[in-house]
């Protein structure tokens, strides 16, 4: 160890109590909404518009705000529609973005220099600006509020492609060289040999893509307007807006419900969604 | 065995130079037919992603620059050029131009806050060893939340009577507002939201950009003297961070940039204009107004300050490598 | 200047031992060299001298003090880094500049802009530039003084570095693999600049490096390390030609050693390899040796018999001015490398039996434990090949 770190790590350092105390402080202040929202989701309206503030309620309403928030609106349908969308995405893309990305990688022929920058100027895109038109093709064929519409936009992702590529391109060339010599077709080369070893990209990808479209109001609000349609974002505003704010036991019930999928999922594989969406989101 | 297939190479080499030497070497063809093997492999692996990069990407990029040249709506059945009557109404369109100032200002208080604190937090959990990924867990929980969940969770907390933001200020008598509904503290309640979001992200970056710099260069400082708090900071961390800092000011500025979720949820622009912001504005043009042209026009506007800013990035990202 | 003392350094990496129970005096002036293969344990012990890291046990004093605790600031010691370890964003100048700065000028002088206006602080900055020109100009680096690392190339790189570290004249200067970054040719080029620097500063130098060259062209004395441990400490003829330790001898020279299994039969006989040799060995008849024979050490000889080993060509390797000749013993598994002159190359061949003699003053005999058996006949310093073949 370090003579700096063996002066840090002496618990008592004026410099150790300082970190602890910004970093706890600075946490505390960042769990506020959280901490926030799950203790109004489990009081009874008279404590919630009480003005004194307790975390735990004094009686606690818990199990009838929660009941209300997925029996009131169709909360389970929401986040069904959630799961089944960012799955489809999710699969789509692999589907679509794996190949390309070793044709890009490891293959040699003309025009490959324009596809990626075709992929480079895609990257480069903000989705909201193409909602426009992509509203009108998807009017055009007809698939406007169905689950098509809220799939189509993503079915190919310039991430994907690109993250993708880097990574197959780090794998030695010998290694196709000996899948091909092996007798292994183009496609078995993709989803045998190189998926399988790009393994850590598809997983920081599947994180970046799974929490992106959960956590996407723009589209669904513009592709979709059945209720029984709505991924839980827009589920969620809408649930709001008809209760008016002023149910606001259930109405935090079904927000907690919303965002704690990820969350769970966040505390488990902390390591992988920072590095998926760090990476993800500086492109 | 080993002269021909030297020779082979060479023609390899020479047909893939000279495309007219190629039947100058009998084994060429065959050299050439495995060429066209694996292109046609290329094309049939890329096919799907290049049909949808065109019509998800390039067709409908395409499209936004043309409809920003007319004046259609939806629905109707006509439309013709205008050519740049929409750019004109958007600059002289009070609405616009707020929306715009808007964004300017919400910008300019969550970007300078997000780096300043990730930065701060980041070299906080950097500068020791303990509950490291504890600390950068709770930070970061924020940025992957769901928005439009925690925005009425951050409404409840603003509420005027009843939230926690007023009650403490009232406990310490500071003066109480309606935070959302007030024109003037709606775009800062917002930006705190801002900052509250994406200071995880900052802090991230920030940690990466610390474990980069070599340990070396830190022993080297302790040996030659700078081995206090501020000296080490000083002469070796922010130094060596600046160009890390440029690119996530950058962004940070574009994921600020394209904020939507808490305007919608939350103020829906209001009141008044005070809280519009250009992805809300060409959201509400475009899908509640419906008038195409005029959004499609925004839509230009949007995209051309997200290309201005990305490209400043990837400058910066050349000289970043430039810098070891 | 100053003299080093290291007394009974321990250091763990949590249940890896690193350094074991490390004593060491280096004199005033002296060039010591820290030699070893990586991962023995050097690098932590010139880390734990410059303060970079603390002891688990053990006392260290620079120059007569004892500066356990002490912050590297404190111990007066300057240290050149594998990798430089320059500051990419300064200049040349503001590099060589910082250890005088971070001395000379008090920390408020030092603030930027407020700094500026103090009273005393261009003075002392006036100085200060003055003696980073005059270093570098002495290290040869002075028109590199505006640019900064990133334009420099390896060896300028190297200067500088250098010159950071000479520039307030430390007690004791430590260098971590200062040539490891460096082509052939330049090592070769910068092993001479620093034997030239040690010599125009007269500082105490401690050196640390897996090169066996740079350790016995450099040193005064070479500390051979392995696994944590100090094997031997000796000038680098010794080093080479009275080691005191098996491993050292297989650590030192190219090739390698050839060690050889034998048995005592008698006072002044050692059988070895289906021969015998006339060596007088302080062992008891019976008593199991290891035979360390340098492959110069070997001749040809024109028949087998005594003082004489015989085995079949394995393989050979011309090095221009010698012959590196691989041979099978008799005995299992026991290869043999003699060093001969080049002449005899045409006469060589693969598979033809050869008969190599033995001069038994160059024979090494270790127990087989490792430990060097002495008391054999007259092995004398002159009889020890010239350094410059060592170090090859």
């Known amino acids: 160890m370090s003579t700096r770190a063996l002066r840090a790590c002496q618990l008592l350092s004026p410099a150790a109590v300082f970190r602890h105390t910004v970093l706890l402080a600075t946490g505390a202040l960042i769990l506020v909404p959280f901490v926030w929202m799950v203790s109004l989701s489990i009081k009874p309206p008279g404590e919630i518009f009480r003005t004194s503030f307790s975390f735990w309620p004094v009686q606690f309403y818990g199990v009838e705000n929660y009941t209300k928030a997925v029996t009131q609106a169709p909360l389970p349908r929401y986040l069904g529609n959630g799961v089944m969308i960012c799955a489809l995405i999710l699969a789509l893309q692999m589907l679509v973005c794996a190949p390309c990305a070793y044709a890009l990688a490891k293959l040699r022929f003309a025009g490959r220099d324009t596809l990626f920058g075709l992929v480079l100027i895609g990257l480069l895109l903000p989705h909201q600006v193409l909602s426009l038109p992509l509203f009108i093709l998807g009017y055009q064929i007809g698939i406007l509020n169905t689950y098509a519409a809220l799939v189509f936009p993503y079915v190919v992702s310039p991430f994907g492609i690109f993250l993708f590529r880097q990574f197959f391109k780090s794998m030695p060339d010998d290694v196709v060289h000996a899948a091909r010599l092996d007798g292994l077709s183009e496609t078995a080369i993709v989803w045998k040999i190189m998926v399988p070893t790009a393994l850590p990209a598809v997983i920081a990808f599947a994180i970046f893509s799974i929490v992106s479209h959960w956590n996407d109001l723009f589209w669904p609000l513009i592709a979709v307007h059945d209720q029984s349609l709505m991924p839980p974002t827009l589920g969620i505003m809408v649930f709001k807006s008809e209760e008016a704010g002023t149910d606001y036991g259930p109405l935090m019930a079904a927000a907690t419900l919303v965002v704690l999928p990820l969350i769970v999922a966040f505390l488990a594989a902390q390591r992988w969604f920072i590095e998926g969406l760090a990476e993800g989101a500086i492109k | ?324 | ?392």
């Open chain 2, 1 to 324: 065995m080993r002269e021909p297939r030297a020779s082979t190479d060479a023609c390899h080499e020479l047909s893939s130079r000279d495309g007219a030497s190629t039947f100058r070497c009998p084994a060429a063809s065959k050299a050439l037919g495995r060429g066209l093997r694996e292109a046609l492999a290329a094309w049939i692996l890329a096919g799907p992603s290049v049909f949808f990069l065109l019509m998800l990407y390039c067709l409908p990029v395409i499209g936004v620059f043309v409809i920003a040249f007319t004046n259609w709506q939806f629905g109707a059945a006509t439309l013709s050029f205008v050519g740049l009557a929409n750019f004109r109404e958007v600059i002289a369109d009070e609405d616009f131009r707020s929306s715009l100032r808007n964004t300017a200002i919400y910008l300019l208080i969550v970007v300078p806050g997000t780096v300043s604190l990730g930065l701060l937090i980041a070299l906080l959990i950097e500068g020791g060893k303990s509950c490291r990924s504890f600390y950068r867990a709770i930070h970061f929980l924020p940025f992957m939340a769901t928005m439009s969940a925690m925005a009425i969770a951050w409404e409840a907390l603003l509420h005027p009577t009843i939230g926690l933001v007023n009650q403490t200020l009232s406990a310490i008598g500071m003066p109480a507002a309606n935070w959302l509904r007030d024109e003037h503290t709606v775009l800062l309640a917002l930006a705190a939201i801002g900052i509250w979001q994406n200071l995880g992200f900052a802090m991230v970056l920030f940690l990466a950009g610390l474990k980069s710099i070599p340990k070396d260069i830190y022993d080297a400082a302790d040996v030659d003297g700078a081995d206090l708090w501020l000296d080490r900071l000083r002469t070796v961390t922010l130094p060596m961070l600046g160009p890390v800092s440029m690119f996530v000011v950058i962004v940070v500025a574009l994921r600020v940039f394209a904020s939507f979720d808490t305007v919608k949820v939350l103020t829906q622009g209001g009141p008044g204009h005070a809280s519009e912001m250009l992805l809300y504005t060409l959201y509400r043009e475009s899908f509640e107004y419906l008038r195409a042209g005029y959004g499609a026009a925004i839509a230009v506007v949007f995209l051309a300050i997200v290309v201005t800013l990305t490209l400043v990035q990837a400058h910066l990202m050349d000289r970043k490598v430039h810098y070891q």
């Open chain 3, 1 to 392: 200047m100053a003299s080093v003392s290291i007394d009974g350094i321990v250091k763990n990496y949590g249940p890896t031992p690193v350094l074991r129970d490390v004593s060491l005096s280096i004199a005033d002036g002296e060039f010591l060299t820290l030699l070893g293969p990586s991962g023995c344990g050097k690098s932590t012990l010139l880390r734990v001298l410059a303060g970079l890291e603390m002891q688990d046990a053990g006392s260290i004093s620079i120059g007569g003090r004892v500066v356990d605790g002490l912050r590297p600031k404190r111990r007066d010691v300057a240290m050149v880094f594998q990798s430089y370890a320059l500051y990419p964003h300064m200049t040349v100048a503001a590099n060589i500049a910082l250890p005088l700065r971070m001395r000379r000028l008090t920390a408020i002088q030092r603030l930027p802009l407020v700094g500026r206006l103090l009273p005393g602080r261009a003075r002392i900055a006036a100085e200060i530039d003055m003696e980073v020109t005059r270093t570098a100009k002495s290290l040869d680096i002075g028109h590199l003084l505006p640019r900064k690392p990133g334009q420099l190339s390896g060896g300028q790189r190297q200067r500088v570095a250098v010159g950071r570290a000479m520039v307030r004249h430390p007690a004791v200067f430590l260098m971590d693999e200062p040539l490891s970054n460096l082509d052939s040719k330049l090592r070769v080029q910068m092993r001479a600049e620093i034997k030239e620097l040690h010599q125009r500063l007269g500082g105490t130098f401690v050196y640390v490096t897996h090169d066996q060259a740079e350790a016995m062209t450099l040193s005064d004395r070479v500390a051979v390390m392995l696994d944590g441990e100090l094997l031997q400490v000796a000038p680098p003829q010794d080093i080479y030609g009275d080691p005191s330790d098996r491993r050292v001898a297989e650590f030192i020279g190219s090739p390698k050693i050839n060690i050889l299994d034998g048995v005592m039969r008698e006072r002044g006989l050692i059988d070895v390899a289906g021969s015998t040799l006339k060596i007088d060995a302080a062992a008891l008849p019976g008593m199991h040796l290891s035979l360390g024979i340098r492959p110069e050490a070997l001749h040809l000889a024109d028949q087998g018999g005594q003082s004489t080993l015989t085995g079949s060509v394995r393989m050979i390797e011309h090095m221009g001015s010698d012959l590196f000749v691989h041979l099978d013993l008799a005995g299992p598994d026991q290869p043999l490398v003699a060093r001969l002159p080049a002449e005899y190359g045409p006469r060589i061949t693969p598979g033809q039996t050869l008969h190599v003699g033995i001069r038994p003053e160059r024979v090494l005999l270790f127990t087989p434990d490792g430990r060097r058996l002495r008391g054999q006949v007259e092995l004398s310093r002159a009889s020890v090949m010239p350094l410059r073949e060592a170090a090859r």
